[in-house]
Structure formats: C-alpha cells, structure tokens
C-alpha cells in the first residue's frame, strides 16, 4: 500500500539526487572556457559515474525489501517508482551538468530527446534489467522468479539478436545509409558485405552487430568523421564482425551473467547473505573473465583499423571520444573492455598533440555508497 510516508521518501530522494548532482557540478562550473576538452572530460567522468550510481538508491530499497518479512504488499511498485524517478532524474541531471559544456543545444527538449535515442526505455538494458530486479525484490527463488528472470533473459537475447535494429526502425530511430555511404563501406568486406544503417543519435559512436551481419553509425559520429576516418572505424567494426563464433558465444554468457541480476534479492530471501556472497563471487569471476576477453577483441579491431592508416584511425578515435566527452585516460589498469584513448592512439602509431591526461578522481565511488545507505535507512524509515 502506497502510503504518505512513501510520498515523503519519494521527495527526499529527489531533492538529494539535485543536491547531489549540485555538489557534483562544482570542478565542472569552475572550469576556464578554454579548457582543454580531455580536462573536461576528465572533470565530467566521475559526475557521469556518479549519475550512474543513483540506482543504486533504488537497490538500496530493494535490498531492505529482500530481508524484510513485513508490509510486502506493493514493494514491487515502490522498488519500481523509486527507479524511475532515479531514472528520470538522472537524465535531468545530466541536462545540467552538460550544458556548459560543449553540447549541440542547451535546449531540455533537445537533450531529452537525444538522451531517448541513446537510452531509449524500449532498448536499454537497465531499464528491463531494473523492472525485472522490482518484480522480484520481494520474492523468494520459486517459480514465478524463475518465469520473471526467464522473461528478462528473452528480451535481452531478441535484442542482442537484432531486436535493437527492428525496433529503431519501427521507432523511427534510424534510417539505411545513403548508397554512396554503403556501397564504400560494404566494399571494405566482399567476401560478406555487412547492412549499414544511421542511428538518429548526434553522440560519436559506431556499432556492430555480428548476429544480423549490420553496422551502425551515429549521425554524430558521420558529421565529426571524414570519409577517410569513417572508413577506419568501419574496419574496427568488421572486425567484430568477423569474431570466432565462440567468442559470440561468450559475449551472450556474458548477457545472461549480467540477467542474472535480476535474481540476487530472491537469492538473499532465500539464502540470505552467504548465498549473495557466493553468487556474487561467480558473477566477478566470470565477469573478469569475460572482460579481458573483450578487450583483448578490441586491441584485435583496433589493430585491424590501424592497418590502412594508422593516423587517420587515431584521429578518428579522438574525434569519437571529443564528441562524448570521454576521458583520454580513465584507468591505469587493464580492467575495462576499452583501452585509454591514449594508449590506444600510442598503439596506432601515433602519440597525441596533448600531455597524457591524470585519470579521473574516484571519489564517486564513495558518493555511491553513501547514496546506498541513505536508500536502506529511508527504507527503514518508511517502515516496511
């Protein structure tokens, strides 16, 4: 039952993500204008991180739902109305973070319409991920959970089987590329030439997807790229394209590993913590596991791209990493699926016109947490 107290949490929440988000601003509203565009994206890193960790107020809830044996009626609504509304703000939030920064528009309509093309709520693997963590936060492991997890799975795997392709274009998402466009790019690979669409996004990205034999690009990145520089980013994707089919066949344990998410509060209502500490120890594993394979499969795109010429593809990853404000260092470690832009033009051949950025702060991580706690004690002030 959805009471006053849940009104009155529900506010909280919001005014902290803005007070949040307020605080977070601050390295990126001192910034001179002239900044050099990897400082403002090594400033932006730990606001888009931190934005990204307010869900975990809504796991917060989540988790005090798992362990609480009373007044479950209606958790699944608040868990469900608690992530949307984080969702929701994020988004906002993100609007102000950005909008001294350089952006196509300061316009919100702009913003949120372009922040619906990259997450749009049909295709985002969060948000099914997060409806489906909300209908079992309360539930134990019994066959409705199994039915629920079974149901997420399904539609991550129909949209890694093309589903996302089918879906932009009944949305009017994207577009097939100009003949010209395709017809050079198609040339590139003979043997098995790939199907090349425009996604409507103005971010720089470039997407493969080997199960449908497709290439996309973002118009952001067809307008920030030269055709030569497009041509190099378009051999990266081939070679995605061209992975073993067991390495595909990884990437979609790595899809159901991630999935299985959705069962970790029925996992603690039945097997309380030893059994999450024991789940969650697969997951980490697995998922080490799976990111060093991934990118050693991106150092093996990039090699690919680079052997045409390899500064046009350097200047194409800057470009890319320009337009999303994406940090030339982000770790000194070998633990994300990407290498540092800076490395990565390093490896091309090619050393920047710019001082190897410092990696971003990590003091986000700490702002996580305490968005956690403030979640389960609200939790427990709402009195389930």
Same mark, same amino acid.
């Given at each position: 039952?959805?009471?006053?107290?849940?009104?009155?949490?529900?506010?909280?929440?919001?005014?902290?993500?803005?007070?949040?988000?307020?605080?977070?601003?601050?390295?990126?509203?001192?910034?001179?204008?002239?900044?050099?565009?990897?400082?403002?994206?090594?400033?932006?890193?730990?606001?888009?991180?931190?934005?990204?960790?307010?869900?975990?107020?809504?796991?917060?809830?989540?988790?005090?739902?798992?362990?609480?044996?009373?007044?479950?009626?209606?958790?699944?609504?608040?868990?469900?109305?608690?992530?949307?509304?984080?969702?929701?703000?994020?988004?906002? !939030?993100?609007?102000?973070?950005?909008?001294?920064?350089?952006?196509?528009? #300061?316009?919100?309509?702009?913003?949120?319409?372009?922040?619906?093309?990259? /997450? #749009?709520?049909?295709?985002?693997?969060?948000?099914?991920?997060?409806?489906?963590? &909300?209908?079992?936060?309360?539930?134990?492991?019994?066959?409705?959970?199994?039915? $629920?997890?079974?149901?997420?799975?399904?539609?991550?795997?129909?949209?890694?089987?093309?589903?996302?392709?089918?879906?932009?274009?009944?949305?009017?998402?994207?577009?097939?590329?100009?003949?010209?466009?395709?017809?050079?790019?198609?040339?590139?690979?003979?043997? !098995?030439?790939?199907?090349?669409?425009?996604?409507?996004?103005?971010? &720089?990205?470039?997407?493969?997807?080997?199960?449908?034999?497709?290439?996309?690009?973002?118009?952001?990145?067809?307008?920030?790229?030269?055709?030569?520089?497009?041509?190099?980013?378009?051999?990266?994707?081939?070679?995605?394209?061209?992975?073993? +089919?067991?390495?595909?066949?990884?990437?979609? $344990? #790595?899809?159901?590993?991630?999935?299985?998410?959705?069962?970790?509060?029925?996992? $603690?209502?039945?097997?309380?913590?030893?059994?999450?500490?024991? /789940?969650?120890?697969?997951?980490?594993?697995?998922?080490?596991?799976? +990111?060093?394979?991934?990118?050693?499969?991106?150092?093996?795109?990039?090699?690919?791209?680079?052997?045409?010429?390899?500064?046009?593809?350097?200047?194409?990853?800057?470009?890319?990493?320009?337009?999303?404000?994406?940090?030339?260092?982000?770790?000194?470690?070998? #633990?994300?699926?990407?290498?540092?832009?800076?490395?990565?033009?390093?490896?091309?051949?090619?050393?920047?016109?710019?001082?190897?950025?410092?990696?971003?702060?990590?003091?986000?991580?700490?702002?996580?947490?305490?968005?956690?706690?403030?979640?389960?004690?609200?939790?427990?002030?709402?009195?389930?």
């Amino acid at each position: 039952m959805w009471t006053q107290q849940n009104n009155l949490a529900l506010l909280l929440t919001l005014g902290l993500h803005t007070l949040i988000v307020w605080l977070l601003t601050i390295p990126l509203r001192r910034m001179p204008a002239d900044a050099h565009w990897t400082e403002r994206a090594r400033h932006y890193w730990p606001v888009r991180k931190a934005l990204g960790g307010m869900l975990m107020m809504a796991m917060g809830f989540g988790m005090y739902f798992s362990k609480s044996d009373k007044n479950l009626d209606g958790a699944s609504e608040r868990f469900l109305a608690m992530f949307f509304a984080t969702w929701a703000t994020g988004i906002f !939030a993100t609007f102000l973070a950005t909008r001294r920064l350089n952006v196509p528009s #300061n316009s919100v309509r702009h913003w949120v319409s372009q922040i619906l093309l990259q /997450f #749009n709520p049909l295709l985002s693997f969060a948000t099914f991920l997060f409806v489906g963590v &909300g209908l079992t936060c309360a539930r134990r492991l019994d066959g409705g959970t199994w039915g $629920i997890f079974g149901g997420v799975i399904a539609w991550l795997l129909f949209l890694n089987f093309g589903g996302v392709l089918l879906l932009w274009r009944w949305l009017g998402q994207s577009k097939p590329a100009d003949p010209d466009l395709a017809q050079r790019l198609q040339a590139l690979a003979p043997e !098995a030439p790939p199907r090349i669409v425009i996604w409507k996004s103005e971010m &720089g990205q470039a997407l493969a997807f080997f199960w449908s034999n497709t290439i996309a690009f973002s118009q952001g990145a067809l307008a920030a790229l030269d055709p030569a520089q497009i041509e190099a980013v378009a051999r990266h994707e081939l070679a995605h394209l061209r992975e073993p +089919v067991l390495v595909r066949a990884l990437r979609l $344990i #790595n899809l159901v590993s991630a999935g299985s998410a959705v069962l970790i509060f029925p996992i $603690i209502k039945s097997y309380h913590m030893t059994g999450l500490l024991i /789940f969650l120890g697969v997951l980490v594993g697995l998922n080490k596991l799976l +990111v060093r394979l991934a990118r050693k499969m991106e150092v093996r795109a990039d090699d690919a791209a680079a052997q045409s010429d390899p500064a046009v593809y350097a200047g194409a990853l800057e470009q890319l990493y320009r337009i999303n404000l994406m940090p030339g260092v982000v770790s000194r470690k070998a #633990n994300q699926i990407h290498p540092n832009l800076y490395d990565r033009m390093v490896s091309a051949g090619v050393t920047p016109d710019w001082v190897r950025p410092q990696t971003p702060s990590k003091w986000y991580k700490l702002v996580i947490i305490i968005e956690l706690a403030i979640a389960i004690a609200l939790s427990m002030w709402m009195k389930l």
